[in-house]
T-cell receptor
Framework: AQSVTQPDIHITVSEGASLELRCNYS??????LFWYVQSPGQGLQLLLK??????LVQGIKGFEAEFKRSQSSFNLRKPSVHWSDAAEYFC???????????FGGGTRVLVKP | NAGVMQNPRHLVRRRGQEARLRCSPM?????VYWYRQLPEEGLKFMVY????????ESGMPKERFSAEFPKEGPSILRIQQVVRGDSAAYFC?????????????FGPGTRLTVL
């Protein structure tokens, strides 16, 4: 069975500092990996996705993620956070058939002025 | 192009009542997924539907929950005889077709509160 772990429940970062959110997955085949962001009381917005090819993926809002098969990781990064990046971030894995997504528990990001 | 629409956005029910949650997928999308987000948790898959077919309901509770996606109209998630533990945010997502390279687009969710 597939699973996703986001080890950090909360992260606090100063505005302008860099951000890295960890995601580890367990999946028996080639994973299809996603990062979504959820602002309070809102739905989920897709930040980026990885299916194949270049292991460094660029997304919206200045985010990027790197797929490392050897570490079963898909960590999300941003070089310089903005106050508007305060939100909850979810990593998810899907499979080719059926396409249901398995989500991690989420990481809540707080941005200090 | 309108996104995924869900209504109502907030729903309050008393224990024992029925809750009906609606989801209209994005234009051109024929696949719908329902997820539930309990307080302070991530999203959990419930059911995957195509028009007039349930493809995967492995995440649906065995009792009181049902889902449909008719030929015409929105997808409906129905919860009968609601209990307090059903209080959660219910998200619908849609995609154009099934397959690992496809992306799911999420609606704003329906927040169900059971009193």
């Amino acid at each position: 069975a597939q699973s996703v772990t986001q080890p950090d429940i909360h992260i606090t970062v100063s505005e302008g500092a860099s951000l890295e959110l960890r995601c580890n997955y367990s999946y028996g085949a080639t994973p299809y990996l996603f990062w979504y962001v959820q602002s309070p009381g809102q739905g989920l917005q897709l930040l980026l996705k990885y299916f194949s090819g270049d292991t460094l993926v660029q997304g919206i809002k200045g985010f990027e993620a790197e797929f490392k098969r050897s570490q079963s990781s898909f960590n999300l990064r941003k070089p310089s956070v903005h106050w508007s990046d305060a939100a909850e971030y979810f990593c998810a894995v899907g499979k080719a058939a059926g396409n249901k997504l398995t989500f991690g528990g989420g990481t809540r990001v707080l941005v200090k002025p | 192009n309108a996104g995924v629409m869900q209504n109502p956005r907030h729903l309050v029910r008393r224990r024992g009542q029925e809750a009906r949650l609606r989801c209209s997928p994005m234009k051109g999308h024929s696949h719908v997924y329902w997820y539930r987000q309990l307080p302070e948790e991530g999203l959990k898959f419930m059911v995957y539907l195509q028009k007039e077919n349930i493809i995967d309901e492995s995440g649906m509770p065995k009792e009181r929950f049902s889902a449909e996606f008719p030929k015409e109209g929105p997808s409906i998630l129905r919860i009968q005889q609601v209990v307090r533990g059903d209080s959660a945010a219910y998200f619908c997502a849609s995609s154009p077709q099934a397959g690992g390279t496809d992306t799911q687009y999420f609606g704003p969710g329906t927040r169900l509160t059971v009193l």
